[in-house]
């Protein structure tokens, strides 16, 4: 027994201060996940750990591995571990309704956690998930516990889930990026590798999976453990190998030769369940493309690649195996075009209008027309204005830009998906929290569209130019610049005063929507942050501050040309300043300039919406 406090069954009923790890029958853990989020256990986990008897056939998997059973490890904090500790069966054998996938011999696992899934009709399903494992890296005690777990497990460990987000893989130096370097280690030195012979040592495959969408998280995750490895050649505190000895040329040989960083693509929006304290995922339903892996080598782990499997997983979980880095790079350019790119266009349009949930866009039993009687008179004219808006944005802007690249009919049926998702009546995400950020998604949703239209001499019309006036109007803040932000770049801008309605107005004046962010309906103001930088001649300064002081000086829209076109160039703005020279863009730029001012002027945004159809 390690001196860490590492629990087994008898010592589980301890109390949760005294607890370092929830782990009933290590001997079942042959995978781990690093970090423990909402997307992790809502999509990776159950496809993960998913047992179907009738794939299982002679040889293609071993009897007692036929599925993979994970260690939740979150990467800071106890919530999650104190969330399954209190969940505890004492009579596991007797529960009822629990999808447990697991074999008769999987029976001592006494914990499941609950995921909420919203259908379409607004009926919510729960689905309980076992967990064979939980721990923490939040304090040398619990990660010694859970490393230590890792360490002697008695199957081999063949798949690593990264659920990290992207503050998590900005650098090397990230404590959650150590620490999956320590459990590479204890993988590489535990005893299930250490007891076998060097040829199957040498043999032992392993997979890491990242489930948040950093641009190949793969690669990164990779780069990110190898300098990790060269520059730190001493022995990290903590971390003992058997024999006292360790051999880090080894270690990275095996690691190169060994280990596959896949890169891959999440979608699934996952919210939490009201009340939940965020420890029970609120979900849509399962979309086409949950989750997209690379595997052109074919290095995954049976239990997700075999031909059978990999047919269940794709019905049940929207798990997608590509073997083509291409196909990848077609899915995650078209999530970013049409998914992501059509949530940006509309965000800051329905926020700043007082429209707080996407849930608003539900499609009406009739067809209404895009007049301001019918937006005046219903909320079904607002939700026939605002997707009339959202389709034209995709028919006449999206679809031509990348149908060249990608395919008419793949981009058609990456949007059909998509629109049903995004009009689920009874499930949406606050367009505040979707509008975080919207400086660079500018360029990165966005400004691939009008690139390729650019390039190709199309038209770049007025619903780009609509979702790119709506953006900077969004990022505008009340305040002059010398008080505009504090000291963590937040400010205060405000919310149209004319012709907007407030649909599914919350309870409360003042509801946070992010870290430290909120809106005030009532006062017609909301928090933003925006760090984007722009140059304007010989000068750098942050947008915020170019744009106030132009609405303060500003009498005519061209006076607005030198701030946008800054952003539209800028590379945590639009990030088009490959598109300077080409011929349209300049008029792309003046058409911006006009419907901008016209925002700022106090017309309302909704009504400028009207008169563009």
């Known amino acids: 027994m ?101 074999s008769a011999s999987d029976s001592v696992c006494s914990s499941n956690y609950e995921i909420d899934t919203c259908g379409y009709d607004g009926t919510v399903s729960t689905e309980r998930i076992e967990c064979y494992g939980a721990g923490s890296m939040g304090t040398k005690e619990h990660k010694a516990a859970a490393l230590d777990i890792i360490r002697k497990c008695s199957h081999p460990i063949k798949l690593i889930g990264v659920g990290v987000t992207e503050a998590g893989l900005s650098s090397s130096s990230n404590q959650c990026m150590i620490d999956l370097v320590d459990i590479l280690e204890c993988i590489y030195l535990g005893a299930a590798i250490a007891d076998c012979d060097a040829k199957i040592r040498k043999r032992h495959k392993l997979s890491v999976i990242n489930t948040d969408n950093v641009p190949n998280n793969g690669d990164v995750i990779k780069s990110h453990v190898m300098k990790i490895l060269i520059t730190n050649s001493m022995r990290r505190e903590g971390i003992i190998s058997l024999d006292g000895e360790r051999n880090d040329g080894e270690f990275q040989r095996w690691i190169k030769d060994n280990v596959t960083f896949h890169n891959s693509m999440v979608d699934r929006i996952t919210s939490s369940r009201e009340g939940s304290g965020g420890m029970v995922p609120f979900c849509e339903p399962v979309p086409k493309k949950a989750l997209v892996i690379e595997d052109v080598n074919n290095n995954l782990p049976e239990q997700l690649s075999s031909t059978a499997r990999s047919k269940i997983l794709l019905e049940k979980f929207g798990v997608v195996i590509r073997t083509n880095s291409k196909d990848l790079h077609a899915d995650i350019n078209l999530k970013l075009r049409v998914a992501n790119g059509t949530h940006t266009a509309l965000a800051q349009t ?188 010989n000068s750098t300064c942050f947008l915020v501050d170019a744009l106030k002081a132009a609405t303060l000086s500003a009498q005519k829209p061209c006076e607005y040309r030198a701030t946008i076109m800054a952003y539209l160039l800028s590379s945590s703005g639009g990030n088009m300043a490959d598109c300077a020279d080409l011929p349209q863009f300049g008029t792309f730029v003046d058409a911006v300039c006009t419907l901008y001012s016209q925002m700022i002027s106090g017309d309302s945004i909704l009504n400028i919406l009207i008169e563009q159809q």
């Open 350 to 537: 329905m926020a700043l209008s007082s429209i707080v949930n996407t849930a608003a866009l539900s499609p009406p039993t009739t067809i209404a027309s895009s007049s301001e009687a019918a937006y005046n008179d219903s909320d079904t004219g607002i939700a026939t204005l605002l997707m009339n808006y959202c389709d034209s944005f995709f028919y006449t802007q999206i679809l031509p830009a990348a149908a060249s690249a990608f395919g008419a009919c793949e981009t058609k049926a990456v949007y059909d998906d998509w629109r049903c998702r995004l009009t689920h009546p009874k499930f949406g995400l606050s367009t505040f929290f979707i509008a975080q950020n919207c400086a660079a998604k500018g360029g990165i949703r966005l400004g691939p569209t009008v690139r390729d239209l650019l390039v190709a001499g199309k038209e770049v019309n007025a619903t780009t130019v609509f979702a790119f006036s709506s953006l900077l109007r969004f990022l505008t803040p009340l305040s002059p610049s010398s008080s505009c932000m504090d000291k963590d770049m937040k400010c205060k801008g405000w919310l149209d005063k004319t012709g907007t309605r407030a649909i599914d107005e919350p309870k409360n004046d003042i509801v946070n929507y992010a870290d430290s962010m909120s809106y005030n309906l009532k006062d017609g103001a909301y928090d933003f942050k925006c760090s984007c930088t722009i140059n304007i001649g």
């Open 2 to 102: 390690a001196k860490t406090g590492l629990s087994t069954s008898d010592n589980s009923r301890h109390s949760h201060s005294k607890k370092w790890i929830h782990c009933p029958n290590p001997s079942l853990i042959n995978c781990v996940c690093l970090g423990s989020g909402r997307f992790l256990r809502s999509v990776l986990v159950p496809a993960l750990q998913h047992r179907d008897d009738s794939t299982i056939v002679d040889n293609e998997v071993d009897n007692c591995d036929h599925h993979l059973r994970a260690l939740i490890v979150q990467t800071r904090g106890l919530s999650f571990l104190e969330h399954i500790s209190s969940l505890v069966d004492p009579n596991p054998k007797e529960s009822e309704n629990i999808d447990r996938n697991c």
